[in-house]
């Protein structure tokens, strides 16, 4: 087929006042697009309905077993000890949603995959582990008439094991059904820490509604600053090793074989949680102490592995988007202004100075770009298929689209 203009657009001669664009620099406009794979080869795509029937089905399958886990809470504890537990539950959940959309700033995820991962681990992550916990001590009672299982047993084995597993099966799911926004580490990263906060929200509700009911205020306080201000990451964190294999495995192109890396990330999962609830049962006086040598430095090093992922998603996006400007599709200074942060900055910047409309269209363009980027990356690294290529030409055509809606 005939390659298009790669340049269809008027670039302006001088950059306006404040701009973050360049004036176009003097280089030669190749007559095709000249990196190893062809950048544009392929018919407009058909839609893809997939990921957003995967996050409807997700979503009402959410509500649906969360309304029957609130009743369950509500019939155990009575609406005023849920309601006090769901507000104070708040709190943490509000520090890390924050978080999460500080990590997921870069390339934003789809906010209907998000609510379906967030429901999942809110509602049927929990009632996953309700039903085994409550299958446990059926069992137990058959078993050893009058008998009960094991406290310690089912906070170092049980719960690890059944807790990460049902949040992991979330992040599996999105990574089935909805591949197209499953791109890397931090994408798995992100859905990881979405059902985890989902997930500690609901358990946060349980815990703080049966510390009031048994311990009255005071319970309800340390129960609170341990789980609400100490350590309202924990199942951020464990579930994270579960959602950083998945990505790993996602960018390396794997179909079948994630599996291998689902279970490579829920065995992290599995032992940083046991090593978490061991420490809280045996560890007694000594619990706080091997919190700051064990936790905090764990958590610390999360940061610093988060930041540099966060730094690879940039150097990706200006690697790939240079291709582009190499085959004339941008000019060197939007690559600039689109695959660093701080030109991406600038960009906002001048948009406001602009109009408020403007400030939608650059974040538009940032966000087509970014995932020009990333879909490039399957391309030319060999692990994406057909609809990767059909996908480059529609951005193609919606990035040129709003480059000229900006530089007009």
Known sequence: MTTPDPRPYPYPTHPHPGSPYQAA?????????????????????????????????????????????????????????????????LVPLAIVLLAIRWVDRW?????????????????????????????????????????????????????????????????????????????????????????????????????????????????????????????????????????????????????????????????????????????LTFAGDGAIALYFLVQVPLFAGAILLTVFLRREESKLTRTRLGEYAAAGWLTPGEVDVLGTPAGRRRALAWARVQRPSRVGEVRGLIADATTLAFNRQMVVSGRGDVRRVQDEGALLQRLSARRSALLR
Request: with cysteine.
């Open 25 to 89: 620099p003097q280089y030669p406009v190749l007559p095709s697009p000249a990196p190893a794979q062809p950048i544009w080869s392929a018919p407009p795509p058909r839609a893809r309905s997939g990921g957003v029937v995967f996050a409807i089905i997700g979503i009402v399958l959410g509500v649906v077993v969360g309304l029957l886990v609130l009743a369950y809470l509500v019939m155990a504890l009575g609406v005023s000890t849920v309601a006090t537990g769901a507000f104070l539950a």
């Open 107 to 279: 390339e934003p995820e789809p906010r209907w995959a998000l609510w379906a991962t967030f429901l999942w681990g809110a509602a049927v992550s929990v009632a996953i582990a309700l039903l085994v916990d409550l299958g446990v001590q059926v069992a137990t009672a058959f078993a050893v008439p009058g008998g009960s299982p094991d406290e310690a047993l089912a906070a170092v084995v049980q719960a690890p094991l059944v807790e990460e597993l049902a949040k992991g099966l979330g992040v599996l799911l999105v990574f089935a059904f909805s591949r197209a926004h499953f791109d890397g580490p931090v994408d798995g990263l992100v859905y990881a820490a979405t059902v985890a906060a989902g997930f500690a929200f609901t358990e946060n509700i349980l815990y703080f509604g049966v510390s009031l009911a048994e311990g009255g205020a005071v319970e309800l306080g340390s129960v609170f600053v341990v789980r609400g201000l100490f350590s309202p990451f924990a199942h951020v964190l464990f579930t994270a090793c579960t959602g950083l294999m998945i990505g790993i495995g996602a960018r390396r192109g794997a179909g079948a074989s994630i599996i291998l890396w689902f279970l490579g990330g829920l065995a992290g999962a599995v032992f940083l949680h046991a090593l978490w609830n061991g420490s």
